[in-house]
């Protein structure tokens, strides 16, 4: 079970993820940083916890309005050995060579970004890259061949659902288990809605190779000792990858 925390940015600022309604994200107000800077924040989190990938939603790339490159470059420096990754809304294959070859991390891509699955294709086979399969409750968010072609999946898949992110409403175990039936050998990671180490352990039960979390870290409802528990638990037992 991979634990990976998550910032989404927008404007160089960290802002609070809140069900998928992108217009109504907010500077984050978070105990574990006295700004809502990337790096503060990002610091913040590994105050909890030595995690060795962070995702970034970069909101002003995916919607077309910009792009947060100087924010990725300054928590590549703050933290070196930091895995990111990255949702941008690329959707062109120059693009993500582009990005790939600038070497800020792995590459995210998002389902509501495509167009068709031809740059999910050509990539498939590059560990750097991820798939983000995007629900807003089951209404799935991209191409419907993406989705039904499971042989164009990269390793790494996430089940994305979007109402869910934010609302501590669990996660969607239905979408979960339907992408990881579709998966095969695959790596799926779940997206919105974790609550607690409950939910963790879980979701490790039913096959999920990892789950991106935020408000529940930000909330205090999932601790520092309790990931250490968790991982070392599903360590000793050959489960942690």
């Excluded at 703050?78 to 060579?97: K, S």
């Excluded at 869910?164 to 579709?182: F, H, I, N, Q, Y």
Aim: charged content about 20%.
């Amino acid at each position: 079970m991979e634990i990976i925390p998550v910032i989404d940015v927008r404007n160089g600022t960290v802002v609070r993820a809140r069900m998928g309604h992108r217009d109504e994200y907010r500077p984050i107000t978070t105990s574990l940083s006295r700004t809502s800077d990337p790096v503060a924040v990002a610091r913040g989190l590994f105050s909890l916890y030595p995690f060795p990938i962070l995702y970034v939603a970069d909101l002003d790339a995916i919607e077309g309005r910009g792009e947060n490159g100087a924010a990725l470059e300054q928590l590549k420096a703050a933290f070196p050995h930091l895995i990111l990754w990255v949702d941008n809304g690329i959707a062109r294959t120059a693009e993500a060579r582009g990005w790939l070859a600038a070497g800020l991390g792995h590459l995210v891509l998002g389902s509501e970004s495509q167009a068709d699955t031809s740059l999910v294709r050509r990539f498939a086979h590059d560990p750097r890259v991820i798939l983000s399969l995007d629900f807003r409750g089951a209404a799935f968010q991209g191409p419907r061949e993406l989705l039904a072609d499971a042989a164009c999946w990269p390793g790494k898949v996430i089940a994305m659902t979007l109402a869910k992110v934010g609302s501590g409403a669990g996660p969607d175990t239905e979408v979960l288990a339907a992408v990881r039936k579709s998966a095969g050998t695959r790596m799926v990671y779940a997206a919105g809605g974790v609550r607690d180490a409950a939910d963790l352990a879980t979701l490790a039960r039913a096959g999920i190779a990892g789950a991106l979390v935020a408000s529940c870290l930000h909330d205090g409802r999932l601790s520092g000792p309790e990931i250490a528990e968790l991982t070392s638990a599903y360590a000793a037992n050959g489960c942690f990858t």
